[in-house]
């Protein structure tokens, strides 16, 4: 039995997971239109390479790959290209980005599909290569290209595949759904992952609140035959953070500022999981995600795949909004998500969770009040941070003292906000700041390389007049040397030869006339 280690802080919130019914999974309608951002993951967007009035089939490329932090965009279904403009997106932001918007035709036509069984066969590069041609992101955060995960370089030897199956935030069930319903998948996934990595153990990690998807993957596990762990453990928010599950299961911290990889883990989504395994034996891309949606301002909250590119406002619709009271929706849970300011945005590969509550169920903040220094938000949060005093310096946005105070390692899981008595959005604060520091640096970077151009540029003119400067001195100390040779004063020759050329000057009318 594996030792399970407690974090710092945390908290335990409503969970409010029942009212979606995890384990219960049906296909959500295929929309009219599907609006397909080129940026759905951490990192540089895709680049179309298709044009408006161009057919598409389902799992065809329509955007390709920019780069290491890049990873394609695929049609999830057949259809006609008929727009590639700015569209609104699931942002904090609420500002739009680009999208390829696909009109579907309703015959979901695909290309065929080109998988292996004998994965085990294939060298790692291969494999991640396909698992980047896949378009496969992180799907249970920020989105970080998978590709990128699995290439942490030779000098960060990896020990540990970890498959995190905490989803531990309120609301959602996706990947307790996933877990539930693709369990062999998940398992086979998480094989092939470890093979890539040259992992030497596999682990999954599943909070004690979710008893169906911890029988469901136990019972995976024994018809695979597989040499894999499966370890359970108490329920806390936010026991899901990447940090926070190694430390739980491990009992090791990730160095601030660091990666898993530092201390030989690489640590997984179960989608992910799911989704290289599609990638390598089915040959299929990521085109489908689960969502929830919830909340008591739906008629039939419930777990659905459904298509990347679905505005959110057709999922909506599928779960029966009650539009007779104005309400948010947010994306993602109620601790991490933000309100979503277009219902015509669509879901991408990040999207976990669609939550539509009552105004009596999530009421709107209230005005934040002065703090009272009570001290309960450096109790609850579990990267052991100061969150007053990171407060303060971001509202006076000093950075230095925000640095030191080791903001980046705040995950903005909203524990600080959910107990602070004086309602103050704390990761609000956070978020503009990391935001600030960010902007900061780009500009010293821009800044650096104008000066670098400048200062290259300079150092060119300077050795191109020394260069100059040396071939005079080089002529004159040949004329000089001439001159020593010929034994006569080089600047009387040179006035006698200006008074010859004059003279022939004078002769010259002469003859004329």
Known sequence: MRTVHDIHGGIHPPERKALSRPGELTDA????????????????????TVEVGDTVLGDQQIAAAQGVMSVPVH????????????????????LEDQCIVIETDGHHRCLDAVGTDDWRALD?????????????????????????KLSPGPERPIETLLINGTECEPYITADDTLMQCHADELIEGAQILAHVVSADAILIGIEDNKPGAIAAVEAAI??????????????????????????????????SGGIPADIGLVCVNP????????????GKPLTHRIVTLTGEALKNPQNVSACLGTPITALMAHAGLNAIAPQRV????????????????PITKITNCLLAPTATELPVPEPAKPCIRC???AEACPASLLPQQLYWYARAKDQEQLAEHRLFDCIECGACAYVCPSQIPLVQYYRAAKGQIRDSEQEKRRSDNSRGRFEARQARLETEAAAREAKRAARKAAAQSKADAEGADPIQAAIERAKARKADQDKEPEQTS
Do not use: W
């Open 124 to 148: 790692a590069i291969t494999l991640v290569e396909r698992i980047r041609e896949a378009g496969i992101a992180g799907m249970g955060g920020a989105g970080f290209p998978t590709a990128v």
């Open 375 to 377: 001290g309960h938000c």
């Open 29 to 48: 309608p295929i929309p009219p239109q599907l609006v397909m951002p080129l940026r759905q993951h951490l990192g540089v967007p895709a680049q179309p």
């Open 222 to 255: 024994a018809r695979a035959d597989a040499d894999i762990e499966l370890a359970t453990f108490p329920t806390k928010y936010p026991s899901g953070g990447e940090k926070q599950i190694i430390e739980i299961l491990t009992g090791q911290q990730v160095p």
């Open 271 to 282: 989608g992910t999981a799911v989704a290289a395994k599609r990638a390598i034996i089915d």
């Open 330 to 345: 947010i994306h993602g849970g109620p601790m991490m998500g933000f309100a979503v300011s277009n219902l015509q945005a």
């Open 75 to 94: 049609a999830p279904t057949s259809g006609t290209v008929v727009a590639i403009e700015s569209r609104p997106i699931a942002h904090a932001s609420g």
